[in-house]
């Protein structure tokens, strides 16, 4: 069944380089919905957290503290909060589509499977240039193993944040410790 085709909000900010990773990521987000027959409203909203996800990432540093004065993240982290209150503030009223959207740097020990496939295809789309192939082969692998694909990218991302000397926040660690 065709599902309708979300795009970016009209408020989003968004350069050519982020723009095409909004694409391939929902591009993904799409390819696994459908390997999944996934129904019609579940795979609308993972497709809707694919376009909106980034969407304000290339807005100014201080645009997107002022509209996530919550967070005392590193300023690479504050565009999942930042687009998850401007969503909330323009009358969404879609509590996993907005739980996936605000996480999806960070992880969330709560998510159902939109905040799941949204940290999956973010990290697994191919224009991402290291490891494209054991990538790929996950990627390929989710529409039948969403729950271990999932835990292999929540493994993956904590070993990187550990070998480049990021500190593990707390969300992240939870997230990890449940899936252990
Ligand atoms: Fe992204």
């Keep these: 069944m065709l599902v ?23 591009a993904l987000l799409e390819s696994w919905g459908a390997a999944m027959s996934l129904p019609p409203a579940e795979h609308e909203r993972w497709l809707r957290a694919g376009w909106l996800h980034d969407s304000i990432k290339d807005a100014p540093t201080g645009e997107l503290r002022s509209l996530a004065p919550e967070c005392d993240w590193d300023e690479e982290l504050l565009h999942g909060p930042a687009v998850a209150n401007k969503l909330l503030a323009e009358g969404e009223r879609d509590p996993e589509l907005v739980m996936a959207v605000r996480w999806h740097s960070v992880g969330c020990v709560g998510w159902r499977s939109t905040g799941k496939a949204l940290y999956c295809a973010d990290y697994l ?20 193993e969403p729950d271990a694909v999932f835990r292999e990218v929540v493994m993956r991302r904590v070993e990187w944040t550990e070998r480049s000397g990021w500190p593990l926040l707390e969300p992240t660690r939870e997230l990890w ?3 252990r």
């Design 4 to 26: 309708a085709a979300p795009a970016l909000p009209i408020w989003a900010q968004v350069g050519p380089k982020r723009l095409a990773h909004i694409q391939r990521v929902a």
């Design 125 to 144: 789309e191919p224009g991402r240039s290291f490891d494209r192939e054991g990538r790929a082969a996950l990627a390929e692998r989710f529409p039948k």
């Design 177 to 179: 410790n449940s899936l």
